[in-house]
């Protein structure tokens, strides 16, 4: 069951929308300025000794994976319901 690259690329670009695009990238956008910025207001919040450093570390990168996963997941499913897929 081969399908040759070129065959997927022109099938992708043919169901892609300007809608599609623009969405996706203002959600990476918007998702990445809020994985920046929990990750700088827990880094600027360290107060203390260096040891607390990958404590923090570890608590910023768990907020903004969870965070991320979930507004991803949710713009999805609203976008995906108010335009529709079509197959």
């Keep these: 069951a081969f399908f040759p690259v070129s065959q997927y690329l022109t099938s992708v670009a043919q169901s892609l929308r300007t809608a599609d695009m623009l969405f996706f990238v203002g959600k990476t956008m918007f ?32 907020d903004s994976l969870t965070l991320a996963m979930a507004i991803h997941f949710t713009l999805s499913i609203v976008y995906y319901i108010a335009y529709g897929i079509d197959l």
């Design 31 to 62: 998702i990445g300025g809020l994985v920046t910025y929990i990750g700088c207001s827990r880094g600027l919040s360290l107060s203390g000794a260096p040891f607390e450093v990958p404590i923090v570390t570890n608590r910023a990168v768990v």
